[in-house]
């Protein structure tokens, strides 16, 4: 039977698409109809310049050589790589705790990526050389910059502290130089007083990397300003009480240092001391008093000084024929003395018996001023000047002259 449905053509035929139909089935039928025809895709996704954190004991060690970043490269499905990924989220590190000082070639580590991503670290293991740290004591020295105002000088800081420790890397402690303060001192006028950081500077003069502590100093420097000695002039007003009269005042600071701008203290050659009322002392003193300040001037060196007073009974002196002159006579005129007739007038003068005895008639002055009488005749004023601690008797009534004042034929 079989034989006959070989031979029969349409039997074979129907028999071939038979065998297709199931050769078909065979190959798709196990696959369902709504499964894709591919694989799911994977990217890869690369972060550079990735920060490398360094875990190991800094009290101890120094890292001298280490890359500071390296790169993470990311594979996985588009929607993991799509989260967003902040560097806040990860950290990329070498642990050091367990290494001493050398070189070594430490493996990379990492945390914090999301789950589903393959995470690769380019390189994988990096090379890092460890030293021991050492500390060592230093002076700290000032460096003025810039220059102070005209006239004005800078005295020697005043560094607290003076010493400072200084930690570095052993390879690093032979090229340390200075460990400094810059103070900038340009125009200053007054003293400074500042906190200022401290530098560490290679026998080159170049910056170092250190630990310093404590890492800033107190600066005070005194600054000076322009200054000259003179004398000092005391000043003396009134007369000593009736009675009584100045045997000697020995002024025991004659000489102060005055500070203040060069425009005040060059003007000056002598400085005027404080004022003295001769009318209230009667016995012995010794005073200390305060050196008055001038307008722009800063002070005054010594601010007190210091005198002794000595007072004694007073004694009187007539001298004769004191001659008067004439101040501020206008060109091309003359004075003709009416009384007195002989332009000379006596003066009873008071004083300690030693000024009295010393004195002389040349000492004493006796004058008109005529600079502002014009021609005719006046009855003007006789003026006097005494030496210091000599006092006259007229002062009820002053001494007066009648003159004429002519044109000079």
Known sequence: MMDRLLRNNNAVKIVALFLAIALWFVVNGNEPSGAPKYNNPVET??????????????????????PKTVTVELKGAPSALNKNI???DYEVYIDLTDFEKGAWKVPVHYSGFPSGLSVRVIPEKVDVVLEEKQTVEKDVIAQFVGDVAEGYSVGEAILTPKRVHVTLPESKIREMGQVQVNIDIASARAGIEQTVPIRVLDKKGNPLEAEVNPAVVEVKIPVTSPNKQMPIKMSYVNESPAGFSIEDIKVLTDKVTVYGPLEVIDKLNFYPGPEIDLAKIKEDRFMQLKVPLLPNVIKTEPDFIELEINITSSTTRTFEDIPISINGLGDGLKVVFISPENGKMPLMVQGSVKHVNELTKEDI??????????????????????????????????????????KVE
Do not use: C, W
């Open 86 to 88: 902040s560097p806040s």
């Open 365 to 406: 002055q006796l004058y008109i001023d005529s600079s502002n009488l014009p021609p005719g005749e006046h009855e003007a004023p006789v003026l006097i000047n005494l030496p210091t601690f000599i006092s006259t008797m007229q002062e009820a009534q002053p001494l007066r002259a009648v003159i004429r004042i002519e």
């Open 45 to 66: 996704y690369r972060i550079s310049e990735v920060s490398l954190t360094p875990k190991y004991d800094s009290n101890r060690l120094a890292i001298i050589k280490m």
